[in-house]
């Protein structure tokens, strides 16, 4: 058997959930939980200086550990994202000194550095000042599964030659490897690597446990887990899972039961509430190598039935979304398109009428009785955002569809609806157009784009606007 190295990394990669604003006695609980059970714990990211509001546990400061019952058995660590160092406006160098003093003087032992390939050169700098400063330097190549076995090798061999790092990561950031997946690595790996290599295993497929195994199988002697799988979407593989199952290879040094009771009340009642793990969703996102932050930040708005999320997969899927971007977030959810010109004009269109527009949130459901209501007593004239209103479709008057990717879904709904459809004939395909021609189309042109709002005679052009999302690398 080799050595192994159990690394917890729940107050880091679960911040996810809560941008990392962590109950101080559930930490105090956790550490004292995980003192004899786990073998390095990385308490949290360090960045640098940020316009955002995150939790402590997102900058992990040397105060705020120093106030923490810190366990004396465990090395202590943090993560950096390397592109925060090399992007620094005083470089990295100046970055990484106002982040981290001498490591004699520090209660960190290990700094772990995430990058993505392409990086990877750039990130020399990086390990180095933290190696200069005394630290554990373990390297954490990201998204690894997307590399062919000569880039894994060509990337072991460029951060070997440094001489700083002492462990080699790779992350599976979007959850989607396989048992034979997670070899490969690292036999390419070992390749140019014969020092300790680390695996950081997501649960998207519901194999982050296998994984992690199949990885100690190969060779690797640092792998990750978090309490209850805690982390973002999908989640991690589980440390109690993994302590059970090292306990059963012969690994008699670890002690799966001193973290059941925390397991099963405190952090049951954390995943009750932010919803973490493996589902439908997560795992297609593996499949269409999709970035789990979009299924995190999709699942989360209420205003997605489940065919819009559907759609937006499959959206994300074809633009192989794999790193995050609201951008890209809006433009699949939303159907954003460039503009298709209409032949309607809507001058003088509903002229001197109250027109009542209802869209298909919750809030519609909620005050259906009194939408109906509204409508019945002052008659305005009902136009409907997409179908689904909760509403009956006897107080609509005309439906204006303005997310294609729903209408190639709810034809059928559409159909029943006998009632004028407005939108841009232009975008719909010939087959499209045959199935509704028995529909009334106001020929009505749409553009949808971000932070941009305009109406004329024939077209318009409809805004959306920007999520207030904000994250950290994985």
């Known amino acids: ?134 630290y554990q330097v373990c390297f954490n190549c990201m998204q690894a599964s997307y590399r062919t076995s000569q880039e894994i090798s060509a990337a072991a061999k460029e951060i070997n030659s440094w001489g700083t790092v002492d462990v080699l990561y790779y992350a599976d950031s979007l959850g989607e490897m396989s048992p034979e997946s997670t070899r490969i690595i690292i036999d390419s790996f070992r390749q140019e690597w014969d020092g300790p290599i680390g695996a950081h295993t997501h649960n998207n497929k519901g194999l982050a446990v296998i994984n992690a195994m199949t990885a100690v199988e190969a060779g690797a002697s640092w792998i990750d887990g978090t309490i209850a799988g805690m982390g973002r979407g999908a989640g991690n593989a589980s440390t109690e899972y993994l ?145 689904h209103l909760n509403l009956d479709t006897l107080y609509v008057d005309a439906y204006a569809v303005c997310h294609f990717t729903r209408l190639f879904t709810e034809l059928d709904n559409y159909r029943s609806l006998r009632c004028p459809l407005l939108m841009p004939l232009g975008a719909l395909t010939p087959e499209i157009k045959n199935t509704l021609s028995e529909i009334e189309i106001l020929d009505y042109g749409l553009q949808v784009d971000i932070g941009r709002f305009d109406i004329r005679s024939t077209s318009c052009c409809n805004s959306i606007n920007k999520y207030s999302v904000e994250a950290l690398p994985a």
């Open 1 to 134: 058997m080799n050595d192994i190295t159990l690394l917890d990394c729940t107050l880091r990669d679960g911040g996810y959930n809560n941008s990392w604003h962590f109950d101080s006695n559930l930490v105090h609980k956790y550490l004292r939980s995980i003192e004899t059970t786990v073998d390095a714990v990385e308490m949290g990211f360090r960045v640098p200086t940020q316009h955002k509001f995150f939790g402590a546990f997102a900058f992990t400061t040397d105060e705020l550990l120093k106030n923490l019952p810190l366990p004396s058995s465990c090395k202590i660590g943090v993560m950096v994202n390397s592109g925060d160092m090399v992007k620094h406006q005083d470089g990295p160098t100046s970055c990484i000194k106002s982040l981290f003093v001498e490591c004699e003087q520090s209660p960190v032992d290990f700094v772990r550095v995430a990058s993505h390939f392409g990086l990877i050169p750039d990130a020399r700098i990086v390990a180095e000042t933290l190696k200069l400063l005394g």
């Open 243 to 387: 302590l059970i199952e090292l306990q059963q290879r012969g690994y008699d040094q670890y002690d799966p039961e001193s973290i059941f009771a925390i397991v099963m009340e405190d952090f049951a009642s954390l995943k009750e509430k932010y919803k973490w793990g493996p589902s439908l969703l997560y795992y297609l996102s593996a499949v269409g190598k999709v970035h789990p932050t979009y299924i995190q930040e999709m699942t989360g708005s209420l205003q997605y039935g489940t065919s819009q999320l559907m759609q937006g997969i499959s959206v994300l899927s074809e633009k192989k979304a794999n790193s995050y971007t609201k951008d890209c977030l809006i433009e699949a959810m939303s159907g954003k398109c460039s503009l298709v010109e209409g032949l309607w004009s809507a001058d003088d269109w509903l002229l001197d009428r109250d027109v009542l527009i209802v869209a298909s949130g919750p809030s519609t459901k909620e005050h259906a009785l009194a939408i109906s209501s509204f409508i019945e007593k002052y008659s305005p004239f009902v136009l409907g955002l997409n179908c």
